[in-house]
């Protein structure tokens, strides 16, 4: 929470160099993320969460920009009625077991406009776990990856007086599971969020 607050801080001490430039402009967004894990062993029902960041646009050319954002992001997903029979290294008390993972994500969306308004954004994502130790265990170990490498796509709409609106999903590219298994676990995410750009 400390490196999201310092970001944060950071963030809006330049706001003011980055508005002078053309073409450039900053904002915060913020909405509900809903996540899951896909696995073997796992409840395959989305569970609501919440993100919320910075993110700055560059617009390199009339169709076309970056959007670097750096958000905060709560993901929740649930195992199974039978996760202990799959991984055997787990109780039974781990079955449909609550577990919540917050990560520092780092999407690089590219933006493409379609309308004026209306553009579409395709990217990648870089997710840094934050809580790791509050996560499943066993004999000691993490049984989640540090990081989560994922791959998004999504619309974002501009409204008047600096709002917008949008909407993503995110996969996981990569297997985020930490044990010697060899069923992998990918997270997936419905994001729906609004904006606002200084």
Do not use: C
Request: charged share 15%; hydrophobic share 40%.
């Amino acid at each position: 929470m400390k490196k999201l607050i310092l970001i944060l801080a950071a963030a809006f001490m330049i706001t003011p160099a980055v508005m002078a430039q053309p073409g450039i402009h900053i904002g915060v967004k913020a909405g509900a993320n809903m996540t899951k894990i896909d696995g073997e062993g796992y409840n395959q029902a989305f569970r609501f969460n919440y993100y919320l960041g910075p993110f700055l646009q560059l617009q390199i050319t009339k169709g076309f920009g970056i959007q670097p954002e750096v958000l905060f992001t709560q993901s929740t997903s649930q195992t199974g009625t039978k996760f202990s029979d799959i991984y055997t290294e787990f109780g039974p008390e781990y079955n449909s077991h609550d577990i919540k993972l917050n990560y520092l994500t780092i999407p690089i969306m590219a933006n493409i406009n379609l309308t004026r308004a209306l553009i579409l954004q395709l990217g990648p994502q870089y997710g840094i776990l934050m809580n790791s130790h509050e996560s499943l265990v066993q004999n000691g170990k993490d049984a989640f990856k540090n990081g989560d490498f994922s791959a998004a796509a999504g619309l974002w709409l501009n409204l008047p007086l600096g709002l917008s609106v949008s909407g993503r999903y995110v996969i996981g590219m990569s297997n985020i599971q930490n044990l010697p298994e060899s069923n992998k676990w990918n997270s997936q995410a419905i994001q729906l969020g609004v904006g606002f750009r200084f």
